[in-house]
């Protein structure tokens, strides 16, 4: 049977560590459910800057896309949530035909505001300068018209964590999206993910909207 859509995960790292072949297992979830799932890798910083990983998962989303008719659901873990709500943003590089078939988005413990990272020894790695910061920061962009997000977050994470969660779910809302805030009780910011290997968890069926 055809695929019923296409669900994309966009794997962290803080920008700068990790690839896909970490993540692989948690597709289980969304292909239980009859979707294609596909999970791209990125260059990592400081090979290049985030703006530059924002285009390239851009691209990689259209590759895949091509190949998998149907409605497009985008997720991703903390810097990957980043990176699949920046894809509904009103600059996104997204075309508009392909963007138009976003259904979801699930930001699991996103970091949708990079100003603070200027001041973090991560900084070293990741150079972002107030330029980027505000360029390629979700919560400092509108998002696209129609655009669905469910901000998922572990109950035991770090503050900063929550409080980027919330954030964008807030802001977006006065902007017109339809947002979703969810604090996963007893989940830290490693396993607040785990639900996507899981059929039948609540995640999976938030992200799939099943």
């Keep these: 049977n055809a695929p019923k859509g296409l669900v994309v995960f966009v794997h962290g790292g803080y920008w700068m560590e990790s690839d896909k072949t ?9 292909v239980g459910r009859g979707f294609a799932v596909a999970m791209p890798s990125y260059t990592l910083c400081p090979r290049t800057r985030i703006s ?13 896309a091509a190949m998998v008719d149907g409605p497009l659901m985008l997720t991703g873990h903390s810097a990957g949530g980043h990176l699949a ?4 943003t009103t600059t996104s590089p997204l075309g508009a035909m392909l963007a138009q078939r976003i259904r979801r988005v699930v930001s699991i413990s996103g970091l949708h505001d990079l100003r ?43 503050s900063e964590f929550l409080r980027q969660s919330a954030l964008l779910a807030n802001i977006w809302t006065g902007l017109g999206a339809a947002t979703q805030s969810v604090v996963e009780p007893d989940r830290h910011h490693f396993n607040a993910v785990d639900g996507l290997a ?4 609540p995640l999976t069926r938030t992200l799939v909207d099943e």
């Design 116 to 158: 603070p990272l200027m001041f973090t020894a991560l900084n070293k790695t990741l150079n972002i300068d107030e330029r980027e910061a505000l360029s390629e920061s979700p919560a400092l962009l509108r998002p696209l018209q129609g655009t669905r997000i469910t901000c998922w977050v572990g109950g035991g994470e770090r």
């Design 22 to 30: 970490s993540w692989s297992h948690l597709a289980a979830g969304a």
């Design 52 to 64: 530059g990983i924002v285009n390239e998962v851009a691209a990689a989303i259209g590759k895949a």
């Design 198 to 201: 899981d059929p039948d968890h």
């Design 85 to 88: 709500s920046r894809m509904v």
